[in-house]
Structures are given as structure tokens and as C-alpha cells.
């Protein structure tokens, strides 16, 4: 392992480590109803969802009331994500005028979004139109996170309500989960993002003539490249917040539109792992005992740290047959060495390994 490998590392690790505190207290305070500072800002967008949707925060469920909110709640988002997708060719927001999705594709894209899985099996700078990416795929990456914390804090209260029968209310734990915890974020990672170059407009895709014409598989000779565009860095932020999966573009965030610097990248990777370690602060705030809460973090990155260690070591030792054809693999400036097939070359093997 190199030593610039190992630096980064351990800055990632200290860093996810110096957040995961704080923000997890925070999640504790708005879970548990406590004042927290933002909620004097939003807390009037917060009681008119309330009102306009019927909710009295007041009123807590069983579990089996919370489990059916839960379920009719995902079962809506299929259907509206599945329609949204089925129409988008009547939609606004096309301007590639691309067709709806087909049937079998479009339901289990949008099984698997509401579901928190995030199977993406489309490219979709070919497929999804600027609205379904927003309104389709970004809201849910938003609600399926959302609705997977809820679910973790009602568990945390089934620990501790030892006399109650009830466990909180679905749709405040929702609510609160995007409204006060998952949107600032997502804003806050979006503008960074940007900053970095990934990409953040509703022009559509550009055609720029090639350099040097190609000749397509049928022969045809090709003058232009499609450069696609669209609302990318406000998904992304939240694919990563929400450790979703399904980018914006067909190869996610190995696409530079997506994440085009070392520092996007460093910010990416850390969204991925920073509101789980911080959960478990949240956890152990909740059942009064910071201790459990410390275990558990120290348990999930001993396994984490052993094998991205492991992961790395492996990946640089690279691959002997390749020796006995005298290709270099020693690391260098010019190169991270090592087997770099499969990885994202323009990162190196360790950022590849903390990423997988």
C-alpha cells in the first residue's frame, strides 16, 4: 500500500468521524422533538404539511399502524414513479423527446427505487427525461431514505418505550427525516458539487462536431458527439446522502459529469457512510446510553477498516501474469500501479476500494 493511499485513508475516515457526532446529536434532537435551531426556520413549513395533509403530529401509531403507513405509502410511490415514467413522452421537462419507458423496465425501476435498492438498469442520459429524474428518481431517492430512518427510529423507541404500545408517527419521522435532516443536506452537497464542475441546468444536450471523424458499426461515417446536460448535481447529492445508487448518467459516479474532482470525490464517497455512523450516535442518544450507541460505530468500522485494508493491499499488488509480459505495476507518479482494471482510473486504487 502506498502512502498516499494510506493518507487519504485515514483523512477520510477522520473526517466521516469528526461529522458523524455532531450531526448524529442533532438527528436525536429532531427525532425526539427537541429544539434543534432549524426548526424555528421550517417549523411553519412543517405544521402546514401537517395541516394541509390531515396529520396530527400528536397522535402516535402501534407497529402495525406505522407498518401499514409505511407500505401504503411505498405502494403510492411505485405507482406514480411507474406512471411518470410510462408518460414521460407527454411530459414537459423532454427535451431529448424521449419515449416512455417500456413496461417491465419502468416497473422494476420503480420497485427498486422506492424500495431504497436503486437497480438501474437503463442509461439515463438515453432514457429518463430532465422531469422523470427529478420528479421521479431524485423525490424517491429523498422518501426511500427518509422512510428508512423513520423505520430505525421507531425500532429505537420499541427499545426504550418499555409500558407503551405505540412507537411514534410515520409520517412526522418521514417528514422530519427530509425536511430538517435530508434536504439542508442535500443543499448544502449540491452547491459543493457544483462548485466542482458536476453539472446543474435544464439546457438540453449539446452536439459538438468530433475532431476526427469515426466510422460507426453499420459503416456510416460519424461527424458528431452528444454531450448530455440536465439537473444532475441536486440528484447526486442526495443519491449519495441516501445511499441509493442509480446516478443521474449510466455510469453513475464514475461519469466526470457526475463527479469530475478528487474533492467531488472525497465529498462523495463521505456522503455515502455519514448519516449511517452518525445514526449510531443518534441510536445511542436515544436509548440514553452513548456507550451503545459508540459500540455499535466501533463494530461496523472494524469490519469496514479491515477490509478496505485488505481490499487495497490486494488491489496493489496487482496481477503476476501481467509481470510475465512486462507491463509496469509499481505505483508511481504517473500512475497508482497495481490492477486498475475495473477501478476508476482517474482516482487511483485506494479512493476505488473506499468507494466499493
Known sequence: MTGNGM???????????????????????????????LDRVLGPVERLFYRLCGIRPDEEMDWKQYALALLLFSTVGILVLYLLQRFQGMLPLNPQKFPGVAPDLAFNTAVSFVTNTNWQAYGGESTMSYLTQMTGMAVQNFVSAGAGMA???????????????????????????????LLPLSLVYSLALVSQGVVQTFTPAEHVDLLQIEKGPSGKLIHQQVIPLGPAASQIAIKQLGTNGGGFFNTNSAHPFENPTPLSNFLEVLAILLIPAALCVTFGKMVGDMRQGWALLSAMLIVFITLALLCVWSEQQGNPRFNVLGIDQTASAMQPGGNMEGKEARFGIANSALWA
Open 7 to 37: 493518507i487519504q485513508i485515514v483523512l477520510y475516515l477522520g473526517v466521516l468521524l469528526l461529522l458523524s457526532a455532531p450531526l448524529g446529536l442533532y438527528m436525536a434532537r429532531v427525532y425526539e422533538g427537541r429544539p434543534f435551531g
Open 151 to 181: 423505520v430505525l427510529v421507531a425500532l429505537i423507541r420499541g427499545f426504550t418505550r418499555r409500558s407503551s404500545r405505540t412507537i411514534g408517527n410515520f409520517w412526522v419521522d418521514l417528514f422530519r427525516s427530509v425536511l430538517y435532516i
